[in-house]
Protein backbone atom coordinates (compact mmCIF):
# COMPACT_ATOMS: atom_id res chain seq x y z
CA UNK A 1 0.00 0.00 0.00
CA UNK A 2 2.06 2.76 -1.09
CA UNK A 3 -0.39 5.15 0.00
CA UNK A 4 0.57 4.41 3.56
CA UNK A 5 4.20 5.86 2.65
CA UNK A 6 3.45 9.54 2.89
CA UNK A 7 1.43 9.08 6.48
CA UNK A 8 2.90 10.58 9.17
CA UNK A 9 3.51 8.58 12.45
CA UNK A 10 0.49 9.68 14.15
CA UNK A 11 -1.29 9.38 11.07
CA UNK A 12 -0.48 5.76 11.18
CA UNK A 13 -1.08 5.43 14.81
CA UNK A 14 -4.19 6.61 14.41
CA UNK A 15 -4.87 4.08 11.33
CA UNK A 16 -4.13 1.41 13.43
CA UNK A 17 -6.35 2.30 16.33
CA UNK A 18 -9.10 2.66 13.63
CA UNK A 19 -8.78 -0.81 12.57
CA UNK A 20 -8.26 -2.52 15.81
CA UNK A 21 -11.55 -0.52 17.33
CA UNK A 22 -13.52 -2.17 13.47
CA UNK A 23 -14.21 -5.60 14.55
CA UNK A 24 -12.20 -8.21 16.84
CA UNK A 25 -10.46 -10.08 14.21
CA UNK A 26 -8.32 -6.69 13.52
CA UNK A 27 -7.98 -6.13 17.22
CA UNK A 28 -6.17 -9.75 18.01
CA UNK A 29 -4.29 -9.57 14.59
CA UNK A 30 -2.91 -5.97 15.74
CA UNK A 31 -2.11 -7.11 19.38
CA UNK A 32 -0.56 -10.45 18.03
CA UNK A 33 1.93 -8.63 15.81
CA UNK A 34 2.51 -5.75 18.34
CA UNK A 35 3.79 -8.94 20.29
CA UNK A 36 5.81 -9.96 17.67
CA UNK A 37 7.54 -6.97 17.11
CA UNK A 38 8.46 -6.41 21.34
CA UNK A 39 10.03 -9.79 21.79
CA UNK A 40 12.12 -9.25 18.77
CA UNK A 41 13.83 -5.91 20.13
CA UNK A 42 14.80 -7.60 22.91
CA UNK A 43 13.64 -9.60 26.40
CA UNK A 44 10.10 -8.23 25.62
CA UNK A 45 10.97 -4.49 26.93
CA UNK A 46 10.49 -1.62 25.43
CA UNK A 47 12.65 0.94 25.20
CA UNK A 48 11.18 3.29 28.85
CA UNK A 49 11.68 -0.53 30.56
CA UNK A 50 15.17 0.01 29.56
CA UNK A 51 15.63 3.48 30.23
CA UNK A 52 14.48 2.65 33.64
CA UNK A 53 16.42 -0.38 34.59
CA UNK A 54 20.15 0.92 35.81
CA UNK A 55 21.87 -2.94 34.64
CA UNK A 56 20.52 -2.05 30.89
CA UNK A 57 24.08 -2.23 29.30
CA UNK A 58 21.99 -0.28 26.41
CA UNK A 59 20.47 2.45 28.88
CA UNK A 60 23.97 3.20 30.50
CA UNK A 61 25.71 6.27 30.25
CA UNK A 62 28.93 6.75 28.68
CA UNK A 63 30.39 8.74 31.28
CA UNK A 64 33.41 9.89 29.04
CA UNK A 65 30.86 12.05 27.23
CA UNK A 66 29.62 14.08 29.96
CA UNK A 67 31.69 16.76 32.14
CA UNK A 68 31.61 15.35 36.16
CA UNK A 69 32.38 17.32 39.25
CA UNK A 70 33.00 16.49 42.61
CA UNK A 71 29.83 17.22 44.96
CA UNK A 72 29.78 17.09 48.69
CA UNK A 73 25.98 16.72 49.50
CA UNK A 74 24.11 16.70 52.82
CA UNK A 75 22.21 14.18 53.59
CA UNK A 76 19.14 13.79 56.42
CA UNK A 77 18.01 10.52 57.44
CA UNK A 78 15.64 9.00 60.48
CA UNK A 79 18.08 6.02 61.24
CA UNK A 80 15.15 4.01 62.84
CA UNK A 81 13.86 1.99 59.74
CA UNK A 82 17.57 1.61 58.84
CA UNK A 83 20.32 -0.93 59.66
CA UNK A 84 23.00 1.83 59.82
CA UNK A 85 23.90 4.52 57.17
CA UNK A 86 27.02 2.65 55.65
CA UNK A 87 26.66 0.06 53.39
CA UNK A 88 27.44 -3.83 54.47
CA UNK A 89 29.03 -5.83 51.40
CA UNK A 90 26.86 -9.11 50.85
CA UNK A 91 24.07 -8.80 53.75
CA UNK A 92 20.95 -7.77 51.73
CA UNK A 93 19.96 -5.56 54.30
CA UNK A 94 18.66 -1.48 53.46
CA UNK A 95 20.66 0.88 54.55
CA UNK A 96 21.19 5.00 54.16
CA UNK A 97 23.50 4.69 51.62
CA UNK A 98 22.25 1.19 50.01
CA UNK A 99 19.33 3.57 48.86
CA UNK A 100 21.47 6.72 48.17
CA UNK A 101 23.36 4.96 45.52
CA UNK A 102 20.46 3.11 44.09
CA UNK A 103 18.61 6.81 43.49
CA UNK A 104 22.09 7.76 42.21
CA UNK A 105 22.40 5.06 39.72
CA UNK A 106 18.93 5.07 38.54
CA UNK A 107 19.46 8.82 37.58
CA UNK A 108 22.80 7.93 35.78
CA UNK A 109 24.82 10.49 37.63
CA UNK A 110 27.32 8.05 38.43
CA UNK A 111 28.14 4.47 36.69
CA UNK A 112 29.18 2.46 40.01
CA UNK A 113 30.71 3.15 43.54
CA UNK A 114 34.01 2.30 43.08
CA UNK A 115 34.80 4.25 40.47
CA UNK A 116 33.25 7.53 41.68
CA UNK A 117 35.72 8.46 44.49
CA UNK A 118 32.69 8.17 47.45
CA UNK A 119 33.89 9.60 51.01
CA UNK A 120 31.80 10.18 53.58
CA UNK A 121 32.35 12.16 57.20
CA UNK A 122 31.40 9.44 59.58
CA UNK A 123 28.70 6.44 59.45
CA UNK A 124 26.37 6.00 62.24
CA UNK A 125 24.96 2.88 63.46
CA UNK A 126 21.37 1.12 63.55
CA UNK A 127 18.73 3.22 64.69
CA UNK A 128 20.80 6.65 64.58
CA UNK A 129 19.89 9.65 62.58
CA UNK A 130 21.58 12.52 60.72
CA UNK A 131 20.77 16.14 59.89
CA UNK A 132 24.37 16.96 58.52
CA UNK A 133 26.05 13.66 57.33
CA UNK A 134 27.93 14.79 54.40
CA UNK A 135 29.15 12.84 51.64
CA UNK A 136 31.54 13.66 48.90
CA UNK A 137 31.43 11.92 44.98
CA UNK A 138 31.70 12.76 41.09
CA UNK A 139 28.71 12.95 39.53
CA UNK A 140 27.22 13.51 36.22
CA UNK A 141 27.00 17.44 35.31
CA UNK A 142 24.66 19.05 33.28
CA UNK A 143 27.24 21.90 32.35
CA UNK A 144 28.93 20.91 28.52
CA UNK A 145 32.42 19.44 28.56
CA UNK A 146 33.50 21.96 25.35
CA UNK A 147 32.45 24.74 27.81
CA UNK A 148 35.17 26.16 30.17
CA UNK A 149 34.23 27.37 33.59
CA UNK A 150 34.82 31.33 33.77
CA UNK A 151 33.61 34.73 35.41
CA UNK A 152 31.86 34.59 31.85
CA UNK A 153 29.78 31.88 32.42
CA UNK A 154 29.52 32.15 35.83
CA UNK A 155 25.18 32.25 35.00
CA UNK A 156 24.99 28.34 33.80
CA UNK A 157 22.90 26.18 36.27
CA UNK A 158 23.49 23.01 37.55
CA UNK A 159 20.72 20.45 37.96
CA UNK A 160 18.72 20.02 40.40
CA UNK A 161 20.29 17.24 42.33
CA UNK A 162 18.78 17.84 45.85
CA UNK A 163 14.96 17.80 43.92
CA UNK A 164 16.05 14.96 41.44
CA UNK A 165 17.74 12.66 44.22
CA UNK A 166 14.68 13.45 46.79
CA UNK A 167 12.21 12.46 44.49
CA UNK A 168 13.77 8.56 44.19
CA UNK A 169 14.85 8.09 47.62
CA UNK A 170 12.60 6.85 50.31
CA UNK A 171 10.74 9.68 52.57
CA UNK A 172 13.13 8.62 55.66
CA UNK A 173 16.24 10.14 53.43
CA UNK A 174 16.29 13.50 52.03
CA UNK A 175 19.30 15.45 50.28
CA UNK A 176 19.12 18.85 52.01
CA UNK A 177 22.18 20.51 49.66
CA UNK A 178 25.13 20.86 47.67
CA UNK A 179 28.19 22.02 46.90
CA UNK A 180 31.27 21.64 44.18
CA UNK A 181 34.10 20.85 46.09
CA UNK A 182 38.15 20.95 45.44
CA UNK A 183 39.03 17.51 44.00
CA UNK A 184 41.05 16.62 47.18
CA UNK A 185 38.53 17.42 49.34
CA UNK A 186 37.33 14.55 51.90
CA UNK A 187 34.09 14.21 53.62
CA UNK A 188 36.15 12.24 56.43
CA UNK A 189 39.61 14.05 56.39
CA UNK A 190 38.73 17.87 55.69
CA UNK A 191 36.16 17.88 58.58
CA UNK A 192 37.07 20.21 61.64
CA UNK A 193 34.47 19.03 64.02
CA UNK A 194 31.02 16.96 64.34
CA UNK A 195 28.22 18.02 66.50
CA UNK A 196 25.61 14.89 68.13
CA UNK A 197 22.58 15.84 69.82
CA UNK A 198 20.97 13.00 72.03
CA UNK A 199 17.41 14.22 72.88
CA UNK A 200 15.51 13.12 76.01
CA UNK A 201 12.53 14.18 78.08
CA UNK A 202 13.11 16.25 81.33
CA UNK A 203 10.55 14.81 83.56
CA UNK A 204 12.62 14.47 87.28
CA UNK A 205 15.58 14.79 86.27
CA UNK A 206 18.90 17.02 87.58
CA UNK A 207 19.92 18.46 84.34
CA UNK A 208 21.97 20.68 86.70
CA UNK A 209 23.83 17.77 87.60
CA UNK A 210 24.15 16.55 84.29
CA UNK A 211 25.45 19.59 83.27
CA UNK A 212 28.01 19.73 86.16
CA UNK A 213 29.14 15.90 84.78
CA UNK A 214 29.28 17.10 80.87
CA UNK A 215 32.22 19.50 82.34
CA UNK A 216 34.34 16.69 82.96
CA UNK A 217 34.16 15.65 78.96
CA UNK A 218 35.69 18.54 77.82
CA UNK A 219 39.62 18.07 76.46
CA UNK A 220 41.16 15.60 75.78
CA UNK A 221 40.98 11.99 77.71
CA UNK A 222 40.99 8.50 77.23
CA UNK A 223 37.38 7.42 77.09
CA UNK A 224 37.96 3.28 76.75
CA UNK A 225 35.38 3.33 79.60
CA UNK A 226 32.69 5.22 77.93
CA UNK A 227 32.56 3.61 74.56
CA UNK A 228 32.51 -0.39 72.95
CA UNK A 229 35.75 -1.33 72.37
CA UNK A 230 36.63 -2.04 68.86
CA UNK A 231 40.56 -3.56 69.69
CA UNK A 232 41.23 -4.79 66.10
CA UNK A 233 40.65 -1.63 64.53
CA UNK A 234 41.43 1.08 66.70
CA UNK A 235 44.59 0.96 68.88
CA UNK A 236 44.38 4.59 70.45
CA UNK A 237 41.02 5.49 72.77
CA UNK A 238 42.29 9.39 73.04
CA UNK A 239 39.75 11.82 71.96
CA UNK A 240 39.22 15.57 72.40
CA UNK A 241 35.72 17.26 73.21
CA UNK A 242 35.65 20.28 72.68
CA UNK A 243 32.04 21.35 74.41
CA UNK A 244 29.73 19.44 75.76
CA UNK A 245 26.22 20.61 77.35
CA UNK A 246 22.40 19.97 78.72
CA UNK A 247 20.01 22.43 77.43
CA UNK A 248 16.32 22.64 76.52
CA UNK A 249 15.64 22.01 72.84
CA UNK A 250 13.93 25.58 72.33
CA UNK A 251 16.10 27.44 74.94
CA UNK A 252 13.57 30.50 75.10
CA UNK A 253 10.79 27.89 76.32
CA UNK A 254 10.79 28.30 80.21
CA UNK A 255 8.01 25.09 79.91
CA UNK A 256 10.10 23.54 77.36
CA UNK A 257 10.08 19.66 78.42
CA UNK A 258 12.30 18.22 75.92
CA UNK A 259 16.35 18.77 76.51
CA UNK A 260 19.64 17.58 74.68
CA UNK A 261 22.85 17.00 75.48
CA UNK A 262 24.67 18.72 72.35
CA UNK A 263 28.72 17.55 72.46
CA UNK A 264 30.97 18.11 69.83
CA UNK A 265 34.25 16.65 68.61
CA UNK A 266 36.70 16.25 65.58
CA UNK A 267 35.86 12.68 66.08
CA UNK A 268 33.74 10.12 68.58
CA UNK A 269 34.47 6.09 69.23
CA UNK A 270 31.96 3.39 68.84
CA UNK A 271 29.13 4.15 70.41
CA UNK A 272 30.60 6.61 72.49
CA UNK A 273 28.04 9.21 72.47
CA UNK A 274 24.96 6.44 73.89
CA UNK A 275 27.90 5.56 76.84
CA UNK A 276 28.26 9.00 77.85
CA UNK A 277 25.11 9.45 77.90
CA UNK A 278 23.75 6.63 79.75
CA UNK A 279 26.08 7.75 82.48
CA UNK A 280 24.65 11.04 82.65
CA UNK A 281 21.16 9.73 82.79
CA UNK A 282 22.23 7.82 86.07
CA UNK A 283 23.59 11.26 87.18
CA UNK A 284 20.46 12.85 86.46
CA UNK A 285 18.72 10.62 88.55
CA UNK A 286 20.78 11.08 91.44
CA UNK A 287 22.35 7.38 90.78
CA UNK A 288 25.69 8.92 90.98
CA UNK A 289 27.55 12.01 91.61
CA UNK A 290 28.48 14.19 88.67
CA UNK A 291 32.02 12.70 89.59
CA UNK A 292 31.49 9.64 88.65
CA UNK A 293 32.32 10.86 84.36
CA UNK A 294 36.05 11.94 86.17
CA UNK A 295 36.63 9.03 87.54
CA UNK A 296 35.56 6.87 84.28
CA UNK A 297 38.03 9.23 82.26
CA UNK A 298 40.82 7.81 84.53
CA UNK A 299 42.11 4.52 83.99
CA UNK A 300 44.07 4.66 87.81
CA UNK A 301 40.26 4.47 89.47
CA UNK A 302 38.87 2.73 86.37
CA UNK A 303 41.40 0.16 84.57
CA UNK A 304 38.53 -1.33 82.56
CA UNK A 305 34.97 -0.58 82.39
CA UNK A 306 32.09 -1.50 84.71
CA UNK A 307 29.47 -2.95 83.23
CA UNK A 308 26.32 -0.87 82.19
CA UNK A 309 23.53 -0.57 79.57
CA UNK A 310 24.39 2.12 76.73
CA UNK A 311 21.09 4.46 76.00
CA UNK A 312 18.70 3.94 73.37
CA UNK A 313 19.85 5.08 69.90
CA UNK A 314 16.95 6.53 68.44
CA UNK A 315 17.51 9.58 69.95
CA UNK A 316 20.69 10.24 68.77
CA UNK A 317 21.06 12.41 65.64
CA UNK A 318 24.58 13.37 63.50
CA UNK A 319 23.16 17.10 63.65
CA UNK A 320 26.57 18.55 61.81
CA UNK A 321 29.51 18.14 60.33
CA UNK A 322 31.57 21.37 60.31
CA UNK A 323 33.88 21.89 57.33
CA UNK A 324 36.32 25.15 57.24
CA UNK A 325 35.16 26.46 53.87
CA UNK A 326 32.44 24.78 52.94
CA UNK A 327 29.24 26.19 51.43
CA UNK A 328 26.17 24.41 50.41
CA UNK A 329 23.71 25.61 47.48
CA UNK A 330 19.82 25.26 47.67
CA UNK A 331 17.45 25.42 44.69
CA UNK A 332 13.90 27.51 45.88
CA UNK A 333 11.71 24.52 44.35
CA UNK A 334 13.97 21.94 46.66
CA UNK A 335 13.37 23.87 49.95
CA UNK A 336 9.88 24.36 49.03
CA UNK A 337 9.68 20.34 48.42
CA UNK A 338 11.51 20.08 51.76
CA UNK A 339 9.49 22.58 54.01
CA UNK A 340 5.99 20.77 52.74
CA UNK A 341 7.88 17.14 53.77
CA UNK A 342 9.09 18.45 57.12
CA UNK A 343 5.84 20.19 58.41
CA UNK A 344 4.27 16.87 57.12
CA UNK A 345 5.99 14.70 59.15
CA UNK A 346 5.63 17.50 62.37
CA UNK A 347 1.83 17.29 61.90
CA UNK A 348 1.96 13.34 62.30
CA UNK A 349 4.32 13.45 65.18
CA UNK A 350 2.33 16.09 66.66
CA UNK A 351 -0.94 13.98 66.18
CA UNK A 352 0.78 10.38 67.72
CA UNK A 353 1.36 12.81 70.83
CA UNK A 354 -1.52 14.12 71.23
CA UNK A 355 -2.61 10.18 70.82
CA UNK A 356 -0.57 9.35 73.73
CA UNK A 357 -1.40 11.66 75.79
CA UNK A 358 -5.08 11.45 75.56
CA UNK A 359 -4.93 8.04 76.24
CA UNK A 360 -3.15 8.93 79.48
CA UNK A 361 -5.55 11.37 80.29
CA UNK A 362 -8.50 8.78 80.06
CA UNK A 363 -6.41 6.46 82.32
CA UNK A 364 -6.02 9.22 85.03
CA UNK A 365 -9.34 10.83 84.80
CA UNK A 366 -11.43 7.43 84.27
CA UNK A 367 -9.92 4.47 85.70
CA UNK A 368 -10.62 3.44 88.96
CA UNK A 369 -9.23 0.71 91.51
CA UNK A 370 -9.98 -1.19 94.79
CA UNK A 371 -8.31 0.25 98.03
CA UNK A 372 -7.77 -3.51 99.08
CA UNK A 373 -5.66 -4.21 95.51
CA UNK A 374 -3.70 -1.11 95.76
CA UNK A 375 -2.56 -1.73 99.57
CA UNK A 376 -1.58 -5.38 98.09
CA UNK A 377 0.07 -3.83 95.16
CA UNK A 378 1.53 -1.30 97.39
CA UNK A 379 3.10 -4.20 100.22
CA UNK A 380 4.26 -6.41 96.77
CA UNK A 381 6.50 -3.56 96.15
CA UNK A 382 7.68 -3.02 99.26
CA UNK A 383 8.39 -7.20 99.75
CA UNK A 384 10.43 -6.69 96.16
CA UNK A 385 12.56 -3.58 97.24
CA UNK A 386 13.01 -5.68 100.64
CA UNK A 387 13.80 -8.81 98.99
CA UNK A 388 16.76 -6.81 96.47
CA UNK A 389 18.14 -4.96 99.73
CA UNK A 390 19.29 -8.09 101.69
CA UNK A 391 20.40 -9.68 98.49
CA UNK A 392 22.56 -6.64 97.91
CA UNK A 393 23.55 -6.29 101.47
CA UNK A 394 24.97 -10.00 101.49
CA UNK A 395 27.17 -9.16 98.66
CA UNK A 396 28.82 -5.79 100.26
CA UNK A 397 26.93 -3.34 98.38
CA UNK A 398 25.27 -0.05 100.42
CA UNK A 399 22.44 0.09 101.42
CA UNK A 400 22.44 3.69 100.32
CA UNK A 401 22.76 1.78 96.96
CA UNK A 402 19.14 0.58 97.06
CA UNK A 403 17.16 4.07 98.31
CA UNK A 404 15.69 4.87 101.10
CA UNK A 405 12.12 3.23 100.22
CA UNK A 406 14.23 -0.02 100.25
CA UNK A 407 15.74 0.60 103.49
CA UNK A 408 12.51 1.29 104.72
CA UNK A 409 10.75 -2.09 102.97
CA UNK A 410 13.65 -4.52 104.49
CA UNK A 411 11.87 -3.90 107.77
CA UNK A 412 8.55 -5.04 106.33
CA UNK A 413 6.63 -7.88 107.63
CA UNK A 414 7.79 -10.83 105.63
CA UNK A 415 6.97 -14.85 105.90
CA UNK A 416 8.87 -17.51 105.69
CA UNK A 417 10.21 -17.16 102.16
CA UNK A 418 11.05 -13.62 102.71
CA UNK A 419 8.17 -12.76 101.22
CA UNK A 420 5.68 -9.87 102.14
CA UNK A 421 2.87 -10.58 104.24
CA UNK A 422 -0.32 -9.41 102.34
CA UNK A 423 -1.70 -11.35 98.71
CA UNK A 424 -2.59 -9.42 95.00
CA UNK A 425 -6.39 -9.69 94.88
CA UNK A 426 -8.19 -10.78 91.73
CA UNK A 427 -10.33 -8.00 90.15
CA UNK A 428 -13.37 -11.18 90.73
CA UNK A 429 -12.09 -10.36 94.70
CA UNK A 430 -12.62 -6.53 94.12
CA UNK A 431 -15.76 -6.79 92.44
CA UNK A 432 -17.15 -8.63 95.38
CA UNK A 433 -16.12 -6.52 97.85
CA UNK A 434 -17.96 -3.86 96.47
CA UNK A 435 -21.07 -5.60 95.71
CA UNK A 436 -21.15 -6.68 99.38
CA UNK A 437 -20.29 -3.10 101.01
CA UNK A 438 -22.49 -1.22 98.49
CA UNK A 439 -25.44 -4.09 100.10
CA UNK A 440 -24.56 -2.96 103.76
CA UNK A 441 -24.81 0.60 102.67
CA UNK A 442 -20.79 1.13 103.51
CA UNK A 443 -19.04 3.74 100.89
CA UNK A 444 -16.85 1.57 98.41
CA UNK A 445 -12.99 1.69 98.38
CA UNK A 446 -12.74 2.32 94.87
CA UNK A 447 -9.71 4.95 94.29
CA UNK A 448 -8.65 7.42 90.96
CA UNK A 449 -5.77 5.75 89.39
CA UNK A 450 -4.39 9.31 90.01
CA UNK A 451 -4.72 9.39 93.90
CA UNK A 452 -3.09 5.35 93.58
CA UNK A 453 -0.15 6.51 91.57
CA UNK A 454 0.60 9.80 94.20
CA UNK A 455 0.20 7.50 97.12
CA UNK A 456 2.69 4.72 95.65
CA UNK A 457 5.02 7.78 94.30
CA UNK A 458 5.14 9.67 97.90
CA UNK A 459 5.56 6.20 100.14
CA UNK A 460 7.82 4.15 97.51
CA UNK A 461 9.73 6.51 95.26
CA UNK A 462 8.36 4.66 92.85
CA UNK A 463 7.17 5.87 88.91
CA UNK A 464 5.71 4.15 86.20
CA UNK A 465 8.73 2.48 84.36
CA UNK A 466 9.84 -0.26 82.50
CA UNK A 467 12.92 -0.73 85.06
CA UNK A 468 12.11 -0.71 88.58
CA UNK A 469 15.23 -2.22 89.69
CA UNK A 470 17.54 -0.76 92.17
CA UNK A 471 20.56 0.57 90.92
CA UNK A 472 23.96 -0.77 91.62
CA UNK A 473 26.84 1.64 92.09
CA UNK A 474 29.26 1.39 89.32
CA UNK A 475 32.09 1.48 91.44
CA UNK A 476 30.85 -1.73 92.45
CA UNK A 477 29.79 -3.57 89.43
CA UNK A 478 31.60 -6.29 87.44
CA UNK A 479 34.28 -4.77 85.57
CA UNK A 480 34.73 -6.36 81.47
CA UNK A 481 37.54 -7.15 79.43
CA UNK A 482 40.24 -4.23 79.09
CA UNK A 483 42.03 -3.32 76.24
CA UNK A 484 45.02 -5.78 77.08
CA UNK A 485 42.84 -8.82 77.55
CA UNK A 486 40.94 -9.06 74.58
CA UNK A 487 43.74 -8.43 72.57
CA UNK A 488 45.36 -11.66 73.46
CA UNK A 489 41.92 -13.30 72.37
CA UNK A 490 42.18 -11.81 68.62
CA UNK A 491 42.59 -14.46 66.23
CA UNK A 492 42.30 -14.74 62.44
CA UNK A 493 41.72 -11.41 60.15
CA UNK A 494 40.61 -9.49 63.19
CA UNK A 495 44.44 -10.18 64.78
CA UNK A 496 45.73 -8.95 61.29
CA UNK A 497 44.16 -6.00 61.43
CA UNK A 498 45.45 -5.09 64.87
CA UNK A 499 48.97 -6.22 63.93
CA UNK A 500 48.61 -3.77 60.90
CA UNK A 501 47.98 -0.71 63.14
CA UNK A 502 50.45 -1.46 65.66
CA UNK A 503 53.11 -1.63 62.73
CA UNK A 504 51.72 1.67 61.13
CA UNK A 505 51.96 3.40 65.19
CA UNK A 506 55.38 2.41 65.18
CA UNK A 507 56.49 3.05 61.80
CA UNK A 508 55.06 6.61 62.42
CA UNK A 509 56.81 7.39 65.80
CA UNK A 510 59.93 6.43 64.30
CA UNK A 511 59.69 8.57 61.42
CA UNK A 512 59.70 11.52 63.45
CA UNK A 513 59.73 14.85 61.23
CA UNK A 514 61.08 13.33 57.88
CA UNK A 515 57.46 13.26 56.13
CA UNK A 516 59.53 10.72 53.22
CA UNK A 517 59.96 8.45 55.19
CA UNK A 518 55.98 8.45 56.59
CA UNK A 519 54.80 8.51 53.51
CA UNK A 520 51.92 6.55 53.23
CA UNK A 521 51.58 4.79 56.48
CA UNK A 522 50.55 8.53 57.67
CA UNK A 523 47.52 8.66 55.87
CA UNK A 524 46.42 4.78 56.90
CA UNK A 525 47.39 5.36 60.54
CA UNK A 526 45.54 8.59 60.21
CA UNK A 527 42.59 6.25 60.38
CA UNK A 528 43.44 5.00 63.74
CA UNK A 529 44.46 7.58 66.18
CA UNK A 530 45.26 10.80 64.07
CA UNK A 531 41.81 11.72 63.01
CA UNK A 532 41.38 11.83 66.23
CA UNK A 533 43.39 15.08 66.53
CA UNK A 534 44.99 13.98 70.31
CA UNK A 535 47.04 11.14 69.30
CA UNK A 536 50.55 11.51 68.19
CA UNK A 537 51.23 13.40 65.09
CA UNK A 538 54.63 13.51 62.89
CA UNK A 539 55.32 15.96 60.92
CA UNK A 540 53.46 14.85 57.74
CA UNK A 541 50.36 13.87 58.89
CA UNK A 542 50.02 17.28 60.49
CA UNK A 543 50.87 18.88 56.82
CA UNK A 544 48.32 16.14 55.76
CA UNK A 545 45.27 17.33 58.07
CA UNK A 546 45.64 21.06 57.47
CA UNK A 547 46.29 20.37 53.62
CA UNK A 548 42.91 18.73 53.97
CA UNK A 549 41.27 21.01 56.27
CA UNK A 550 41.46 23.77 53.49
CA UNK A 551 39.62 22.01 51.17
CA UNK A 552 36.12 22.61 50.42
CA UNK A 553 33.75 24.46 47.81
CA UNK A 554 34.77 25.87 44.58
CA UNK A 555 32.55 27.93 42.94
CA UNK A 556 31.59 28.09 39.13
CA UNK A 557 34.64 30.04 38.37
CA UNK A 558 37.04 26.69 38.77
CA UNK A 559 39.48 26.48 40.19
CA UNK A 560 39.16 28.99 43.59
CA UNK A 561 38.07 27.86 46.66
CA UNK A 562 35.35 29.50 48.06
CA UNK A 563 37.40 31.27 51.04
CA UNK A 564 39.08 33.10 48.08
CA UNK A 565 42.26 31.22 48.13
CA UNK A 566 43.48 29.06 45.26
CA UNK A 567 43.15 25.34 45.01
CA UNK A 568 46.70 23.62 46.78
CA UNK A 569 46.02 20.85 44.22
CA UNK A 570 49.80 18.94 43.85
CA UNK A 571 50.93 20.25 47.05
CA UNK A 572 54.60 18.86 47.25
CA UNK A 573 54.43 18.26 50.93
CA UNK A 574 51.76 16.41 50.81
CA UNK A 575 52.01 14.85 47.56
CA UNK A 576 52.30 11.11 49.04
CA UNK A 577 49.42 11.01 51.83
CA UNK A 578 47.38 12.29 49.45
CA UNK A 579 47.85 9.67 47.01
CA UNK A 580 47.02 7.02 49.27
CA UNK A 581 44.29 8.82 51.55
CA UNK A 582 41.30 7.58 49.48
CA UNK A 583 42.60 3.93 49.48
CA UNK A 584 42.44 4.04 53.49
CA UNK A 585 39.58 6.30 54.02
CA UNK A 586 37.48 3.31 54.91
CA UNK A 587 40.04 1.40 56.24
CA UNK A 588 38.66 1.82 59.82
CA UNK A 589 35.19 3.76 60.67
CA UNK A 590 35.37 5.11 64.45
CA UNK A 591 33.82 8.48 64.05
Known amino acids: MEETNTLTRDQLLKLVQKLAASNDANKELITQESQKIVNASGDGKSKSDKRGNPNSKKSRFDMSKFRQRHI ?105 GWTAVTDEFSSRFSASNRRYRYFFVRRNLDVAAMQQACQYLLGSHDFRNLCKLDVANVSNFVREIYSAEIKPFRIHD ?67 CAFDHLTLHHSVRSLWELTSHYRLLQDRHAVAMAQAFNALQHLEASCVVSRTDLNAFKEELRGKQARV ?24 PTDGDGATVGKKRSFADME ?34 PDTAPHVPLSQRKREESYEERVKTLVGQKKNR ?36 AGPQSASTKAFFAHMRQQGSITLLGGYAVHGGPSTSGSAATETTLATAAATATAMDDI
Open 254 to 320: EHEVVYMLEICGIAFLWHMVRCIMAVLFLVGEGKESPEIVRDLLDLTVYASKPSYMMADDAPLVLHE
Open 432 to 465: TDAAVAAAAGVESDRVSWTQALKEIQSELSLHPS
Open 72 to 176: AFQIQYDGRKFFGFAAQDGSGVDTVENFFFQALERLNLISDRKTCGYSRCGRTDRGVSALGQIVALKVRSSIPTNVELTDDNAELREMDYCTMLNRCLPEEIRVL
Open 498 to 533: FERHVQLRSVADGAGNDAAAAGEDDAALAEDIDVGG
Open 389 to 412: AKRLESKGIQKTAVGAAAAAAASA
